[in-house]
């Protein structure tokens, strides 16, 4: 009976190691295909999974960088306009306080014209007369260095744009609206007009 007892404990370790030696043996095949799995890299469905990933934040960083671009596309824009307008501001203001000074010498020229005419035809080679020409002409060469020029009035067709009429006159020398006399000088600067020409039109 002892003996019985003896070979069934032994067919039954037996079986204990046998199965041991079995469950080894799978977990060592699990372990290789794992590794083998691992070196091969990954399958193509984990790979497709891994494209759609990358595409996907390949597709916001582009996203973003077409927005920075944006920005400062229109950054640039901004800053190029507010250039432009500023410069054209300090143009203009420069411009206006060119015309205030210009007019404000006019004037000048003005009597220095009266002056000149009113010498006696004896004495223009005199000193006084000398000297006031001088000055006259230095100031008027310094007016058209800053390009001030006379507005061209008598035998000119009358143009309200340049000429300012304030009396119509009869002339058998020019025909009708052609300006026949000056009575005060106009002047341009850069083309604009800084002081209109005062005119007697034929009527």
Do not use: C, W
């Amino acid at each position: 009976m002892a003996e019985e007892k003896d070979r069934v404990n032994e067919a039954e370790e037996e079986l204990e190691q046998e199965t041991e030696r079995e469950t080894e043996t799978e977990q060592a095949e699990t372990e290789e295909v794992t590794a083998q799995a691992a070196q091969e890299g990954p399958t193509p469905k984990e790979e497709k999974k891994d494209k759609k990933k990358k595409d996907k934040k390949q597709d916001a960083l582009k996203v973003k960088i077409d927005e920075l671009e944006d920005r400062v596309k229109r950054q640039m824009a901004e800053f190029e306009n507010f250039r432009k307008r500023t410069e054209k501001e300090k143009t203009a203001m420069f411009e206006t306080g060119a015309k205030s000074v210009i007019e404000k010498i006019l004037p000048v020229v003005d009597n220095f014209e009266r002056g000149l005419a009113s010498i006696p035809e004896g004495e223009n080679d005199g000193a006084v007369a000398q000297g006031m020409q001088m000055i006259y002409k230095q100031l008027m060469t310094e007016l058209e260095n800053l390009d001030v020029k006379p507005i061209p009035a008598v035998g000119e067709e009358f143009n309200p744009e340049f000429h300012n009429a304030v009396m119509q006159v009869e002339s058998e020398e020019f025909e009708s609206g052609i300006v026949a006399q000056e009575l005060q000088k106009g002047y341009t600067y850069r083309e604009s007009v800084v002081r209109h020409s005062m005119v007697a039109v034929v009527m």
